[in-house]
T-cell receptor
Framework: DAGVIQSPRHEVTEMGQEVTLRCKPI?????LFWYRQTMMRGLELLIY????????DSGMPEDRFSAKMPNASFSTLKIQPSEPRDSAVYFC????????????FGDGTRLSIL | KQEVTQIPAALSVPEGENLVLNCSFT??????LQWFRQDPGKGLTSLLL?????REQTSGRLNASLDKSSGRSTLYIAASQPGDSATYLC???????????FGAGTRLFVKA
């Protein structure tokens, strides 16, 4: 079975540009999570969806960040405008349910904002 | 504040040793606790998930325990191998939000 697929694997862009990260969850998984990992703050949950509906976005750092899940097989995380402090590794994960099944992670997108 | 703490931050052991990684959490009202492994440049791989009602889970050379009353979990790795070298993260899903809080991880190096 294919795991969680994220694209791109690496993104380097200049400050002020729009950045879009993409995720394809494992087929049949009802939950999708977006995380950010940095050396300073570790792994932080940004937002999660259940059946394509955003449930908790309290981890989204500010209005420059937005996430969508137009269907069960695709989600995007968008940053507009991007800033150097947004540089991090962004992970997408999915699970069958939220409390009884493990989360499966993609390999992440390493984002560098110059 | 709901937090997860992992000790030690880094650990180096010779091949073949048994070892224990520690995780502590601040609130006993949890749904589950997970242990993950992360290799450099990769995502996280779930190793073991312990439900709130369980005391331990085992998979091969790995055994994870959960003591909610003391807010502690341990990951026991038997007969360590160089391939076990990675960062191990503990994650707790607290009741009341379905949010998973991660510890900072323990970086393990097993010397051949």
């Amino acid at each position: 079975d294919a795991g969680v697929i994220q694209s791109p694997r690496h993104e380097v862009t200049e400050m002020g540009q729009e950045v879009t990260l993409r995720c394809k969850p494992i087929s049949g998984h009802d939950y999708l999570f977006w995380y950010r990992q940095t050396m300073m703050r570790g792994l932080e949950l940004l937002i999660y969806f259940n059946n394509n509906v955003p449930i908790d976005d309290s981890g989204m750092p500010e209005d420059r960040f937005s996430a969508k899940m137009p269907n069960a097989s695709f989600s995007t995380l968008k940053i507009q405008p991007s800033e150097p402090r947004d540089s991090a590794v962004y992970f997408c994960a999915s699970s069958l349910d939220n409390s009884n099944q493990p989360q499966h992670f993609g390999d992440g997108t390493r984002l560098s904002i110059l | 504040k709901q937090e997860v703490t992992q000790i030690p931050a880094a650990l180096s052991v010779p091949e073949g040793e048994n070892l224990v990684l520690n995780c502590s959490f601040t609130d006993s009202a949890i749904y589950n606790l997970q242990w993950f492994r992360q290799d450099p440049g990769k995502g996280l791989t779930s190793l073991l998930l312990i439900q709130s009602s369980q005391r331990e889970q085992t998979s091969g050379r790995l055994n994870a325990s959960l003591d909610k009353s003391s807010g502690r979990s341990t990951l026991y790795i038997a007969a360590s191998q160089p391939g076990d070298s990675a960062t191990y993260l503990c994650a707790v899903m607290y009741v009341g939000g379905f949010k998973t809080i991660f510890g900072a991880g323990t970086r393990l190096f097993v010397k051949a």
